[in-house]
């Protein structure tokens, strides 16, 4: 599935530096606070953990990740615009259907929750047939998957391998869960480090924490410009004078 910040691309590469970092042998279980498109998560499901917990603060996504791990998804066969724009303009409240959010990410431009209708200027992807072979890929992967509901600050894993890949600062945020403050969640992320082993993804990070692996992949900027971004991981490792 696409998604704005997703690692489809580079989360081979990810989940073999966070099998370095935490193998199972050294944790009790694998957690992804900020699950998004499970593009990390689902190359890690096959290392031999003791569990795999993903979470994500957009309810609806959770669900839909819930109906797609219990195949009780039905996608459309197409999508036009019209009804996207329906999709998108009913108020679902607390009980949308699993398939609003799909389309909702899988059939935006970017993959930005409802972020205006994906198109092709060459008229040679069909972004509906991606979405659903998409979904039929990553199955067999998140059979094994706790999926819940839950903000990152309500989560107190102990033990485990802790991947977290937060909104970015300074890139557009994930609409569907409002702001996000990287103070708070940099003094979150140092304190879960006294009992786990805690990795972060993103550009830049506090002086106390030290860059162990970075990769430059192409981002969509416009329907017709892409640029490079550089994904970096990062580790709490503060240096003291004594």
């Known amino acids: 599935m696409k998604y704005v910040g997703g690692k489809y691309k580079i989360g081979k590469h990810i989940a073999n530096q966070l099998l370095m970092l935490g193998p199972p042998d050294m944790v009790s279980g694998y957690v992804e606070p900020f699950c998004g498109s499970l593009g990390v998560m689902r190359f890690m499901t ?6 795999y917990q993903a979470y994500d603060k957009h309810a609806d996504l959770i669900k839909m990740w ?25 108020d679902m409240a607390c ?29 040679k992807r069909d972004f509906m047939k991606e979405l659903q072979n998409g979904f039929t890929r990553i199955l067999p992967s998140i059979k094994n998957v706790e999926f819940a509901h839950s903000d990152y600050q309500s989560l107190k894993p102990k033990g485990k391998l802790v991947y977290l890949d937060p909104p970015y600062q300074g890139c557009k945020g994930y609409s569907a869960v409002g702001k996000f403050n990287h103070t708070e969640f940099w003094a979150w992320a140092e304190k879960l480090t006294d009992e786990n082993v805690v990795v ?3 550009p830049t990070a506090p002086e106390s924490w030290v860059q ?3 990769s430059q992949k192409w981002r969509t900027i416009s329907h017709d410009q892409r640029d490079h971004a550089t994904e970096r991981l990062w580790i709490y490792a503060p240096i003291f004078d004594f």
């Open 200 to 202: 972060v993804s993103h």
């Open 212 to 214: 162990v692996w970075a």
């Open 46 to 51: 096959d290392k031999g953990y003791t569990s």
């Open 95 to 123: 009980d949308a259907p699993a398939e609003r959010t799909a389309i909702g990410y899988g059939m935006s431009f970017g993959g930005s929750w409802w972020g205006g209708y994906a198109r092709d200027p060459e008229g």
């Open 66 to 90: 819930e109906a797609v791990k219990h195949e009780n998804i039905c996608l459309p066969e197409t999508c036009p615009e019209e009804e996207y724009k329906m999709w998108r303009d009913t």
